[in-house]
């Protein structure tokens, strides 16, 4: 299972940052573009915006897959990439994209651009597509400048630019600006609102990997938990591990539906609830041994100083690909996601400021109840992790939040997310943080979409973008949503949902249709009296 982690994930970072275009929603904002450019777009290339700010490219794009004509000016800052597209027709809004795993290309503001906002996203600090091998050695300042932006400023550092060259372009700067980003770039998100809080006036943040440090961290644990038979599990084992976890579960929430409405109220234990194989010999249809301690060491995560919840009950059929190995492409190798961000972070950043990782770095050797793990933390903890609580400033700036992710997500979450969100209630206030940062928990949805879970990527996501909208300029809080899955071939609806503010879950009527939102409420606790949290959060 040993990997060389310089080859075969030059592409995974654009899975992460990647929003899909979407299609107008009902009860959407009042977003008319009328507001036209007050010059050429190709003059833009011959102005200035800052030191070792540098305009590739400013050029007109006509109407296309339902964008609007647009400036679409390239260029970079230092070691950092950006684009900012500028409607013909603006809407006098700023929309802003963030980046997915460890960065290194363009988030997709297509959301943004297609309801005449001004948009823009950068590279998180760099453009190499390897995994952290950029921010290696720790003496090299130029090294050290890209990690310095990924961990914390390229957000607030591609918002400055974009902002001066709309200001250029239409002669006025924008009334708001928005946020919307998954994974990283949902850290990026909190980042922004908690340490950059006059930046954006609404951020909406998916699955958000605020925890790096310990995040990473994990997919060191669960590469060497799968070591002992072998680096995967035999074909069909995840299925049957599925079944077993559903039909241990599914019907805590009071519904068997296909779908674990919170995985905190599972109690299965893999190493007694699973069928043992006879004499300890694996077979289609039970475990040995050897597979429940790998799997009750998956459900649990890392001890020690990076203790951290591992996966969630109902996240088993996405583990391929995140926490065991899978392909991206027909002939290639399979990799392990998990593995590949965490090791690569702890191998070339984390563990190389105080002398360890770096080249010859042994993974399958990192002990988890040594040093190392705690070397990592304290290194790269105050300016990657995302995770502090006081959000005042966002507040008295009128700034609104929404936060969002799947029960089922195996990338991030999704405890992480919930211990969050309740730190902040914690420090500031039940009733102050619902009045600007509201949460909503989706069961069944993997990391940043798919899954079972009823939630679909554009008319959903647009729906979490338009209520943020609603929210800052008329004061208008959101509540439930109705979510949807959809047939993924055809498109036909199968399912619709309410999706509701954490700590409220859909309860069933108990008549009708269980695909039918309308047989549904929100229901629930305000503040949770009672949390039940894997055992690093106690």
């Known amino acids: 299972m040993k990997k060389d982690l310089s080859v075969w994930i030059f592409v995974i970072g654009l899975l992460f940052a990647l929003q899909p275009g979407v299609s107008q929603a009902s009860g959407s904002p009042d977003l008319s573009a009328t507001i036209a450019p007050v010059m050429p777009c190709s003059e ?50 700023y929309y802003q994209a963030g980046n997915g795993g460890a960065a290194g290309s363009l988030g997709d503001v297509t959301m943004g651009l297609k309801h005449g906002f001004a948009a823009a996203s950068g590279s998180g600090g760099h453009t190499d597509l390897r995994m952290f091998n950029w921010a290696y050695p720790a003496d090299d300042l130029e090294a050290q400048l890209k990690l310095e932006d990924y961990c914390d400023g390229s957000i607030h550092k591609t918002m400055i630019i974009a ?7 239409y002669g006025r700067s924008a009334a708001r ?36 440090t310990r995040i990473t961290q994990r997919g060191v644990w669960e590469a060497q938990a799968l070591l002992p038979i072998g680096g995967d599990f035999a074909p069909g084992k995840l299925d049957l591990l599925f079944d077993e976890v559903m039909a241990a579960c599914d019907g805590r929430d009071g519904l068997v539906d296909g779908l674990i409405g919170d995985p905190r109220k599972c109690d299965f234990n893999p190493l007694s609830d699973l069928p043992a194989c006879p004499v300890d010999i694996s077979d ?52 392990t996601l998990g593995f590949v961000l965490g090791a690569g972070f702890v ?22 109840e040594g040093t190392d793990p705690a070397l990592v933390i304290d290194n790269m903890e ?6 502090n609580p006081d959000l005042s400033l966002f507040r008295a700036n009128g700034g609104k939040m929404i936060m969002w992710g799947g029960w089922a997500d195996p990338a991030t979450g999704p405890y992480q997310w919930v211990q969050y969100y309740e ?47 609603d929210w800052v300029e008329k004061g208008k809080a959101p509540k439930s949503f109705t979510g949807s899955r959809r047939d993924p071939v055809t498109g036909e609806v199968l399912r619709t949902r309410p999706l509701c503010p954490y700590p409220q879950t859909a309860h069933y009527h108990g008549r009708g249709s269980i695909d039918d939102a309308d047989n549904f409420s929100c229901v629930g606790r305000r503040h949770p009296k009672h949390r039940k949290f894997p055992r690093w959060w106690d």
């Open 44 to 93: 833009l290339a011959e102005m200035s915006f800052g030191p070792g700010v540098f305009i590739d490219s400013a050029m007109e794009m006509t109407a296309a897959d339902g964008l609007p004509a647009h400036c679409e000016v390239r260029g970079t800052r230092f070691y950092d990439a950006f684009i900012v597209k500028l409607p013909d027709l603006w809407n006098g809004r």
């Open 163 to 169: 902002k001066r060259i709309l200001n250029a372009y």
């Open 177 to 212: 600006s928005y946020y919307n980003s998954c994974s990283t770039g949902g850290r990026q998100g909190l980042i922004e609102a908690q340490r950059y809080p006059y930046d954006f006036d609404g951020i909406v943040v998916g699955a958000p990997v605020n925890y790096l």
């Open 284 to 335: 289609s249809g039970c475990f040995t041994l050897a597979e429940r301690m790998a799997i009750n060491d998956i459900y649990t995560g890392p001890p020690g100083a990076a203790a951290t919840p591992g996966e969630a009950f109902g996240s088993e059929l996405a583990w391929p690909l995140w926490v065991t190995p899978g392909s991206f492409f027909p002939g290639a190798p399979p990799i």
């Open 347 to 368: 191998q070339w950043a984390g563990l190389p400021p105080t002398g360890g990782g770096g080249l010859g770095w042994d993974w399958e050797a990192y002990d988890f």
């Open 382 to 387: 105050p300016t990657c992790d995302a995770t």
């Open 423 to 469: 730190s902040v209630l914690d420090y500031m206030g039940d009733a102050a943080t619902k009045s600007f940062f509201m949460l909503y928990m989706i069961p069944g949805l993997y990391h940043c979409g798919g899954g079972l879970g009823c939630f679909d990527t554009q008319e959903d996501l647009e729906k979490l973008f338009f209520a943020v909208i």
